[in-house]
């Protein structure tokens, strides 16, 4: 497999009213990654969490037909982490894990 160069990521939190609060968003690298989603001063904190990739918008610019127009990754970080979450893509399935 290669790299997503320049696939939309969002990251959102769950506020306690249940609304999903966008943290950061970029587009990554050519090696397939972001740096950093969250603005300077943002911190994760111990509630949901999830990263929307924009899958749908990535391969129609491939020219590839995809199944999925986005995939959600949720998740429930430690208050102040660093984490890793990759994304292996193909245009008819996905799979994701916790990377070091």
């Keep these: 497999g290669r790299p997503a160069v320049e696939l939309l990521i969002r990251l959102e939190r769950k506020e306690s009213d249940g609304i999903w609060r966008l943290l950061g968003e970029g587009r990554t690298d050519a090696g397939g990654r972001i ?8 911190v994760l904190m111990a509630r949901p969490h999830r990263l929307v990739f924009e899958t749908g918008e990535w391969f129609r610019r491939q020219g590839v037909s995809a199944f999925h127009p986005e995939v959600v990754v949720s998740f429930l970080p430690e ?3 660093h984490y890793h979450l990759p994304l292996l893509l193909s245009p008819f399935g996905y799979s994701t894990y916790r990377g070091s």
């Design 79 to 81: 208050a102040g982490g």
């Design 35 to 42: 740096g950093a989603l969250l603005a300077a001063g943002e």
